[in-house]
């Protein structure tokens, strides 16, 4: 047990720093809370993809003839979100790092945005070329975000801004303070524009992208995935919230996957990537992390009151993708014998979750399903397709089969205890018979 407990503590020696590093970061907070922001835009673009195909699945119908006969017209709400990530990027990016350096976080989101297009884009017959306006453009948006809103916390820190008397109306003196920033930013990314061109002939966001393609592709291989549920299982495990502290890295990767996803599905072209938010959410981290939903229903199954009572608490949530209340409840965390079921299962399950899409089993995600959307349900909206809900009750089948051996230790320690407690009690009412006898 003693070296059981130090290796523990070795490990979380070297964790902790860096998990505290990636909690306080300024730059990796504004990008998570901007990831996060971007969820609801990629609902909104999945859905209209959803829509528009449950009408080729009920053919000759009213339902169908509307979305025949405005299908262009609808897409416009696909266009103007999914196909709108880099620009939708940028600017969250920019408010958040704004407001967190408590800046005029409006004037950085202008700023970030007239940057942005001044490095990606080029007007051709007074048209915008908008080629990486979409997910092409999310790496591109995250460095001119960071990049354009830290040269105006530079100038601002060192004074060099338009001073107004004041007497001025606030908002009239943060747009005038503005001015030199903008303008210097102005210069710099036009600057950067230009020399990249020159040394490479290629744009920044292709610069970047190539750059970027080893790591970014990295992520879409099972070894991959395989790695990124095992951090976060560990992570967890250890009483760290592991998707949280590891979004700012996988988020972006996994939103552009979704949208080239469904960028693909509506021109009507193969997927091309596995790995999304969607299948990370519903598949590999199925009824919230650790796949705990196979040791909720173990629990309905106990013999052990307390389990039981837990379990009964814990279904409704984790059919949500909620598990606090078993992961907390169990507890899990620090718990040496779940260990094996909790980190090492749900990556060797991932494994196989991963092969079912890549090998063309199950279809591959195309749509991202709103938060917290009940099971099976969650998994059939992301491709509509019913062998998402036969993978959904497999990984469950077999979550289960994971967890029981190990649970059924736990119970087995529960029941003595629970026995040694009715025991006690039973002594304690005994005692207190005895003097009310007396008395």
């Known amino acids: 047990m003693a070296v059981q407990n130090k290796s523990i503590a070795n490990v979380q020696k070297v964790l902790m720093p860096v998990v505290n590093f990636m909690e306080k970061q300024v730059h990796l907070q504004s ?8 969820l609801p835009i990629t609902i909104l673009g999945s859905f209209i993809l959803v829509a528009i195909n449950i009408g080729s699945m009920f053919p000759d119908t009213a339902y169908a003839e509307f ?13 103007f979100s999914l196909g709108m990530m880099g620009l939708y990027t940028t600017i969250f990016i920019a408010y958040f790092l704004a407001t967190n350096y408590g800046l005029y976080s409006i004037g950085s989101c202008i700023t970030a945005v007239i940057m942005f297009f001044l490095v990606t884009s080029g007007s051709t017959d007074g048209s915008i070329d908008g080629t990486y306006l979409d997910a092409k453009g999310m790496f591109t948006g995250i460095l001119v975000a960071i990049l354009s809103v830290e040269i105006t916390r530079f100038l601002n ?29 102005a210069i710099l990314f036009t600057a950067l524009r230009l020399i990249v061109s020159a040394l490479s002939g290629k744009l920044i966001p292709e610069v970047i992208l190539n750059a970027m393609s080893p790591f970014v592709a990295s992520l879409d291989t099972v070894w991959g995935v395989m790695f990124l549920v095992f951090m976060i299982q560990l992570l967890w495990w250890f009483g760290i919230h592991g998707d949280a502290s590891l979004s ?19 021109a009507g072209q193969p997927l091309p990537h596995v790995f999304t938010e969607s299948v990370l959410g519903n598949f590999f981290l199925m009824g919230g992390s650790g796949l705990t939903l196979g040791l909720v229903i173990a629990m309905l199954l106990s013999k052990s009151k307390r389990y039981k ?4 608490i814990a279904i409704i949530p984790g059919i949500f993708g909620i598990n606090e209340p078993v992961t907390f409840g169990t507890p899990i965390v620090y718990n040496p014998l779940m260990f094996i079921p909790y980190v090492i299962g749900p990556t060797i399950i991932a494994f196989f979750t991963y092969m079912a899409f890549d090998t063309g089993l199950v279809p591959m995600a195309f749509a991202q399903s709103p938060g917290y959307t009940p099971w099976l349900l969650q998994g059939f909206l992301i491709n ?3 062998k998402s809900a036969i993978l959904q009750f497999a990984i469950l089948f077999v979550s289960i089969i994971m967890y029981y051996p190990f649970f059924k230790i736990m119970e087995k320690k529960e029941l003595n205890e629970e026995l040694e407690r009715q025991k006690q009690k039973e002594n304690e009412k005994s005692q207190l018979d005895d003097l009310e006898f007396d008395f």
């Open 67 to 79: 979305v025949a006969a405005n299908e262009a017209v609808l897409k416009n709400m696909f266009n």
């Open 309 to 312: 009572s837990l379990g009964r």
């Open 248 to 266: 700012p890295i996988f988020l972006p990767i996994a939103l552009q996957y979704i949208t080239e996803n469904a960028q693909s599905y509506e």
């Open 31 to 38: 990008i998570r809370r901007a990831m996060l922001t971007l």
């Open 384 to 386: 509509l397709s019913y």
């Open 157 to 185: 820190s060192k004074g060099v801004t338009i001073k107004m008397p004041d007497s001025v109306p606030d908002m009239v003196t943060k747009n005038f303070e503005l001015i030199i920033p903008l303008l210097a930013n």
